[in-house]
């Protein structure tokens, strides 16, 4: 008799006291890659994709929504997916790009590489940091909502004498991956999955079985993304097998294409050459531009004393201005070389005027013939008499892109 009384007192506080909570997590590439303090908006544009794609993998960083109503019961302030949890989900999502001919890389980007406020800016930054041609974001949106009450009588758990109410959790998923075009800010394609989790806990083990819950979630929402993103992935390669299409396509030297792309897309862009040659200095950057895009980027390195323009002969500096690559040569001490026209007019009487020689046989070439062992060297110093120098690799793209006559930028 007594245990009943207990039992239906505890029934009464239970139908009283009855709670529901509610937690979302979420990351929103939108919110991302259109921050409100620094957004860069682009003009619409054809992207020129340059294949075999190398592609990069991030996740976007989440916010936390909670939400109680009928009482005071909380969960973990974020998800339960953790840093080695995202590059598995990352590695899967991997796994499928691997299968596509056009892809050549794929990078996972480690969280702490993602700014919790983006811009498309902030995925330039990740583009050069990583070597990338286009970039997947993942996000996700995964919504809790944990009940308790006299209508969840039929999940009560009696310990010893004592009977306590059940909690009834509900985990629904969505995951979603959007590949980006960062040059044109154009999204290529997108794809998503999703699930649903249900389970039972006592109040004693909520916090627990919610983020065991939050995990299974991300796991078989992103099994679910699997087919779609495949689906997406053959679609876009229908779509660059078309010669006159939604992409303009360049295949590096020696890439023979994707199916019907090697028979008449590449056929038809065989002779694409840039149209100017930009480098920034500063950023140690160059970069091949077809119209007002950019559509290949380089890591440089410069002069051994690389600040400012080149006065004369001896000091070292790279040139800054406009200038043309007017002829190129196979046989010097370097892989490969494309001549810039320093010095013109204004360099040869400005040098005048301080009794200086100008200077000359400034190129863009590679590393020293013998040395492409050292090539680590070679890629993080600056070392050149006033060169532009990029690794071997670089050197034959842009050798195959630039033809004898295309103006070169040389910003600060």
């Not at 993998?57 to 339960?80: D, K, M, R, Y």
């Not at 249900?198 to 109040?203: E, H, L, M, N, V």
């Not at 229908?238 to 199916?259: A, F, H, L, N, T």
């Amino acid at each position: 008799m007594r245990l009943w009384a207990r039992f239906l007192v505890l029934m009464t506080l239970t139908f009283i006291a009855g709670c529901s909570t509610s937690t979302n997590y979420r990351s929103s590439v939108v919110e991302f890659s259109h921050s409100v303090k620094k957004e860069t908006v682009k003009p619409p544009q054809v992207p020129i994709l340059s294949l075999p794609l190398r592609v990069g993998i991030a996740f976007v960083p989440e916010t936390i929504q909670h939400q109680n109503h009928g009482g005071s019961t909380s969960l973990s302030s974020s998800s339960g997916l953790s840093e080695k949890d995202k590059m598995s989900l990352m590695q899967d999502i991997g796994e499928h790009f691997k299968k596509q001919e056009f892809v050549k890389s794929i990078v996972r980007i480690p969280s702490s590489y993602v700014p919790t406020m983006g811009s498309f800016d902030s995925l330039d930054r990740l583009k050069r940091k990583f070597g990338v041609d286009v970039l997947v974001l993942i996000s996700f949106d995964q919504r809790q909502q944990v009940d308790s009450g006299f209508w969840a009588i039929s999940y009560l758990t009696v310990i010893g004498a004592f009977i306590v109410p059940g909690q009834k959790t509900d985990t629904h998923t969505i995951l979603n991956a959007i590949c980006y075009h960062i040059p044109s800010g154009k999204t290529i394609f997108s794809a998503s999955g999703s699930s649903d989790i249900r389970s039972r806990s006592t109040p004693f083990n909520m916090a627990a079985q919610a983020r065991e819950d939050s995990i299974k979630g991300f796991y078989e929402a992103n099994k679910n993304l699997a087919p779609s993103l495949d689906q997406q992935m053959d679609l876009f390669k229908s779509m660059i097998c078309q010669p006159e299409g939604d992409y303009q396509i360049v295949c590096e030297p020696g890439y023979k294409g994707v199916g019907s792309v090697s028979k008449e897309v590449v056929s038809s862009v065989e002779p694409f050459k840039a149209d100017s040659v930009l480098v920034k200095k500063a950023e140690r950057r160059l970069y091949l531009k077809k119209g007002d895009q950019i559509f290949k980027e380089y890591k440089i390195s410069l002069g051994a004393n690389p600040i400012g323009h080149k006065i004369g002969e001896g000091d070292k500096r790279t040139p800054e201005g406009t200038y043309i690559l007017d002829w190129r040569k196979t046989n010097s001490r370097f892989y490969k070389s494309i001549h810039i026209s320093y010095p013109n007019k204004d360099d040869i009487l400005s040098a005048k005027s301080k009794g200086l020689k100008p200077g000359g046989m400034i190129m863009i070439h590679g590393v020293p013939n013998g040395f492409s062992w050292t090539k680590s060297y070679f890629r993080n110093n600056d070392w050149t008499n006033g060169c532009i120098a990029v690794s071997n690799a670089d050197m034959d793209e842009i050798w195959a892109y630039v033809a004898d006559g295309t103006t070169i930028v040389i910003q600060p």
